[in-house]
């Protein structure tokens, strides 16, 4: 990115004067316990509220249908959109073609800034040029830690998939697995394939990598539970995001053994499977706050000029593990939908 062509930043209106207008203004108009009321209620409606120009941000992941873990992070994405007076453009595709696509389509529209994951990070090289030379800022989020420099981003939000797979091979080594399957949904995806790679690199035992449907989920069940059946020596399913932690807790039941499953994200019916014992345990790379960050990111470079990292290192929102000792502690957020 040509970051000396970006505009200036533009002067922000100080909250705590408009919400002191606010109140001032309806002091004038009442009195007494409800004129209080008025008051604070007008305070709380301008408190943590942008007074900065509508801003347009496109936020294109590579979300397939069904996946609730891009719920969450889209969910980060309009709670920072709502703060920041952002109209918030949200689309997605699996395929890097209509992936590339989406993005030609908000560069088209001229937006303001744009939010995009790397899964497939060769397919968009190309548009994602198109962007820097229109003068959009474009920062990444989620896949793609390896190439956001590289294609010309100004930031990146997420987890470094490999460090999180090398955490989580250590976690099996602990737990007592032997032999693992390491179960990948979408082929292609480099952060998906870096996850089990890093188990390979750590866990001491032995580990299989089985390609499914990520997009069937009853092929899925089916494509687990044959391979369970297999080879029963397996004892820990690995999978790669919370929907098809799920899945493969059916399919043990189905192939009648005994095996665990564990699995890379979280959502809230995964949070009740780990309080359950179903799932042993879910590596949470937090997708509500790379949603947020990532909007929120653009908003402050368009108005203050900053980069989260210096644009020069990520800002990295996970691994962290969630199991039976801490689970509790997130269930709320869970249930909201937020983490």
């Not at 309009?78 to 908000?106: F, M, T």
């Not at 949603?291 to 990111?297: E, K, N």
Request: with cysteine.
């Amino acid at each position: 990115m040509d970051r000396s062509s970006r505009p200036g930043p533009r002067r922000l209106v100080p909250l705590v004067a408009v919400a002191a207008a606010a109140s001032l203004a309806l002091t004038g108009c009442s009195s007494g316990h409800g004129g209080k009321k008025a008051e604070q209620a007008a305070a709380n409606d301008s408190a943590g509220k942008a007074n900065t120009p509508r801003m347009t941000v496109a936020l294109v992941t590579h979300q397939a249908p069904g996946d609730t873990f891009w719920d969450t992070v889209r969910k980060g994405a309009e709670a920072a959109a709502a703060k920041d007076n952002i109209k918030l453009v949200y689309s997605a595709d699996p395929n890097a073609g209509n992936q590339a696509n989406l993005v030609q389509n908000a560069v088209d529209q001229k937006v303001d800034g744009i939010a995009v994951t790397l899964a497939k990070p060769d397919a968009m090289r190309n548009v994602l040029g198109k962007a820097e030379r229109a003068g959009i800022p474009v920062v990444g989020l989620n896949s793609g830690l390896a190439d956001w420099k590289k294609l010309g981003l100004m930031e990146f939000f997420g987890q470094d998939e490999s460090v999180a797979g090398e955490a989580f091979g250590d976690k099996l080594n602990t737990a007592g697995a032997k032999k693992v399957v390491c179960v990948i949904h979408e082929q292609g995806n480099v952060g998906l394939t870096q996850r089990c790679d890093g188990v390979k690199k750590t866990f001491k035992g032995t580990t299989e990598t089985l390609y499914v449907n990520g997009t069937d989920m009853p092929s899925v069940r089916a494509t687990i539970t044959a391979k369970l059946k297999q080879n029963t020596a397996i004892d820990t399913v690995v999978t790669l995001g919370a929907p098809f932690a799920a899945t493969a807790a059916q399919s043990v039941g189905d192939a009648g053994g005994k095996a665990k499953v564990a699995t890379f994200d979280l959502d809230k019916d995964l949070v009740k499977a780990v309080q359950n014992g179903s799932v042993e345990f879910a590596v949470d790379q937090q997708p509500y706050l790379q949603g947020y960050l990532a909007v929120d990111s653009l908003w402050l470079y368009k108005n203050n000029g900053n980069y989260s990292g210096g644009g020069v290192q990520p800002v990295l929102t996970g691994p962290a593990f969630v199991d039976r000792t801490n689970v509790d502690k997130v269930a709320g957020f869970a249930a909201k939908g937020t983490r």
